[in-house]
């Protein structure tokens, strides 16, 4: 099984407005199961009041079925994300991703910007490159606190999924 590491530096924005005295994570996704040519990107989302949710029945499906709404509005714990665009997304794709990148420790790097705050799930797909896309692994991981500065790194387990579950998974 081929495990792919993929460090990152993650900060969130809540409210829609750029934090002062922001707070960063960095964050690594160990991927299991997926070569590069599995993944088209890596969909990474974070959740306000995270132990409402567990990992399990978050990672069973796509996200997007969990956090959007029967009318078609959004759950207002998911947090938007400022994207490499400098726009407010629901979720952070970043533009000019590489799968091929995903080797060994030394990775790639996504950049997030992230208020402090307590209580946030992080929740990471990886998604196919074909058409429809498709949800190839997934993963999450709670974060208690986040301080203003950079906090101490955590790594986020992310499994293949033995079923791909059948939905259009991008969130933005």
Same mark, same amino acid.
């Given at each position: 099984m081929r495990r792919l590491f993929l460090p990152a530096l993650l900060c969130a924005l809540s409210c829609g407005s750029a934090p002062e005295g922001g707070g960063g994570v960095p964050v690594g996704l160990d991927i299991h /199961? =997926?070569? +590069?040519? %599995?993944?088209g990107t890596v969909q990474i989302a974070v959740l306000a009041h995270g132990n409402s949710y567990t990992c399990a029945t978050l990672t069973d499906t796509c996200l997007r079925s969990a956090v959007l709404n029967g009318d078609g509005t959004w759950n207002p714990d998911l947090l938007q994300l400022k994207g490499d665009d /400098?726009? =407010?997304?629901?979720?952070?794709? +970043?533009?000019?991703? %590489? +799968?091929?990148?995903?080797? /060994?420790? &030394?990775?790639?790097? =996504?950049?997030?910007?992230? &208020?402090p705050g307590t209580n946030f799930? @992080? @929740? @990471?797909e990886v998604l196919s490159p074909n058409d429809p896309v498709e949800v190839q692994a997934s993963g999450c991981l709670p974060v208690a606190q986040l301080d203003s500065g950079v906090n101490k790194a955590v790594t986020i387990q992310v499994q293949a999924k033995a079923v791909v579950p059948t939905c259009e998974p991008r969130i933005d």
């Open positions: /199961g =997926l070569t +590069p040519q %599995d993944i /400098g726009k =407010l997304h629901r979720s952070y794709r +970043p533009a000019n991703f %590489d +799968p091929s990148q995903l080797t /060994g420790a &030394s990775g790639a790097t =996504l950049n997030l910007s992230l &208020s799930l @992080v @929740v @990471v």
